[in-house]
């Protein structure tokens, strides 16, 4: 499956080459792109090779898409999310490996050649823990069961999501302004919100499955946002 490069995407890609104060690269699966020096790191780069060269394997963010290739960024990447597609990619390797562990490797290829004309082998292995029937339509009974019976062995380990936010108020009554709305965001999605220091706190959402962790983080945001300027606070999240 070619997949479809978008504005915000984190993306694995391999650098080719450095000319001047410009990093050009691959993206894996089908792209290319290119990063300018002020979005490889945040402050003075001394040595751009100390950040990127020729070869190395980088997790970028992609700001713009243009007939020409993509504008990347390597310093906006937030940890979690390139931890999030490392962990993606690891996981594409294990499962493919788990067909060719039950088929064969000559009979997997041709089978994730089918499966991959419409989306990743790991999207649709992770369907098949809430819904095992799909397997039917490219695995026999007793391949379906020793594939189910292998991903049931790998248990998976809880996943997390930290972000830190800055949320205050002016009003004589801030404090307690602040606690509603944190107390409203809490009641919408079991999460832990830290006090850190003054009018700066930390999100941490744990779960199964880091794009559903993503929605509930973005929901919860949604909604301090929004009680924020409703009641005239000042809130914004920390890159």
Known sequence: MEEQLEEGQIVLCTVEKILGTTVFCKIDGDGEGTLITSEISPGRIRNLRDYVVPGKKIVCKI???TPRGAYLSLRRVK?????ELLEQIAKEKSYRAIIKTVLGKENAEKIIDKITETETIFDFLEQTKTNPKILKEFFSKTE????IKI???KKEKPKEIKQIFRLSSNA???IK??????DKAYKESKCKISYLAAGKYRLTLSGEN????????NKIFSIIEKLAKKNGCEFSLEK
Not at 177 to 182: Q, R
Not at 210 to 217: A, G, I, V
């Open 210 to 217: 880091f794009k559903e962790l993503k929605t509930q983080s």
């Open 172 to 174: 004589s009554d801030g």
């Open 151 to 153: 991903l049931e062995t």
């Open 144 to 147: 379906s069961e020793k594939i």
């Open 177 to 182: 302004i602040i606690k509603n709305i944190l």
């Open 79 to 83: 940890q979690n999310e390139k931890k």
């Open 63 to 65: 700001l713009k898409i």
